[in-house]
């Protein structure tokens, strides 16, 4: 690893945790005029998964251009046959693993990579491919870089090493100056999937008396719609589990990764979410007391319904767009305990 482009070099950084805040299954279509705070109110990001995800009929067969050996999440031993000639962007699956596909942009994951000199081999950066200095991206995170990477991981599985090769056109000329490459150099890069959280909850839809709380949707990509009932809002912490997956139990002291929607009961507005940003990690000792007793206790792979009164929340102070005296409800798909840190953005 001896140039590291500027623009890149959050890929290559670690920053741990961001902190915020964070039901049922469609039983009452018919009171959507209630409030049905908008599956969030933003438009979905787009997918690539499903039956539209054939990742074989995308790669290109290009492995005859290195020799590479290792196991996949180890620093690999790269051959290139260079000067390796690239008029179009192309990749193909080296190893494919067995674990789930990265099906949306959005999606967490932890890779690694190493990025080559397409003229003479030499490796130009990477990842540490170490364990413990693992970061948590997605594919969407490497398409604002080089949209060509985002592109050959796509639908890519857990356990897989992916081999790319960028035109010099797609890599682009102020990236390939800052890895002080010539202007028509293509770049070899080799991907692993080391790790790929769900994007939204995975388990069974549990029965809940919708009576006196907040009703939810689904969307097909999990994102939630929030229907808040005129009734008046519950004085107690109202926690009810919509979806209970089956994974690890939470732990009151935990870090979990989570997809969240947040909204205020009165103004049945959404105030936050982390839908079209992406997973967020929540240390559960720091965040306000109902969204941790709504939290420990639960699985990896649920998706909660969090009822929390103001002085469980934030108070008579309120805090961001939250206004003073609110009651909150939240939707949170519990997708992974202790997750990577995050890189810068």
Do not use: H
Request: with cysteine; proline share 6%; net charge negative.
């Amino acid at each position: 690893m001896d140039r590291v482009a500027p623009s890149l070099r959050a890929i290559l950084t670690s920053v741990r945790n961001r902190l915020e805040r964070v039901r049922k299954t469609s039983a009452a279509l018919a009171t959507l005029s209630l409030a049905l705070v908008a599956l969030t109110g933003c438009a979905a990001a787009p997918a690539f998964g499903g039956a539209a995800c054939d990742r074989a009929a995308s790669t290109t067969g290009i492995d005859d251009i290195a020799t590479i050996t290792g196991e996949v999440g180890d620093k690999p031993d790269v051959e290139l046959f260079t000067p390796v000639g690239a008029q179009k962007s192309s990749f193909s699956d080296v190893v494919v693993g067995t674990g789930p596909a990265l099906t949306s942009p959005t999606q967490s994951a932890v890779f690694e990579f190493a990025l080559y000199s397409g003229k003479t081999g030499e490796a130009v950066a990477g990842t540490a491919f170490d364990e413990e200095q693992a970061q948590l991206v997605s594919i969407d995170y490497w398409s604002q870089r080089v949209p060509a990477f985002g592109k050959a991981l796509e639908c890519a599985t857990e356990g897989s090493r992916v081999l790319s090769v960028i035109s010099a056109e797609d890599f682009g000329a102020q990236n390939l100056a800052s890895f002080q490459l010539d202007e028509d150099e293509p770049v070899v890069a080799v991907f692993d999937v080391v790790e790929v959280f769900p994007s939204k909850a995975e388990g069974a839809l549990q029965y809940n008396d919708a009576s006196g709380v907040p009703t939810v949707v689904r969307a097909a990509d999990g994102r939630p719609g929030i229907i808040v009932p005129d009734s008046a809002a519950p004085t107690d912490l109202v926690v009810q589990t919509l979806i209970r997956g089956e994974g690890e139990k939470v732990a009151d002291d935990d870090t979990v990764l989570v997809n969240y929607t947040g909204v205020t009961w009165a103004d049945k507005t959404v105030f936050d979410s982390s839908w079209d940003r992406g997973a967020t990690a929540f240390d559960l000792t720091g965040l306000i007391p109902g969204m941790t007793q709504g939290l420990a206790g639960q699985t990896v792979g649920s998706q909660v319904l969090i009822v929390v009164p103001p002085e469980l929340g934030y108070g008579e102070e309120g805090g961001g767009a939250v206004p003073p005296n609110s009651t909150l409800v939240f939707v949170v798909d519990i997708l992974g305990i202790d997750p990577p840190a995050a890189p810068a953005q």
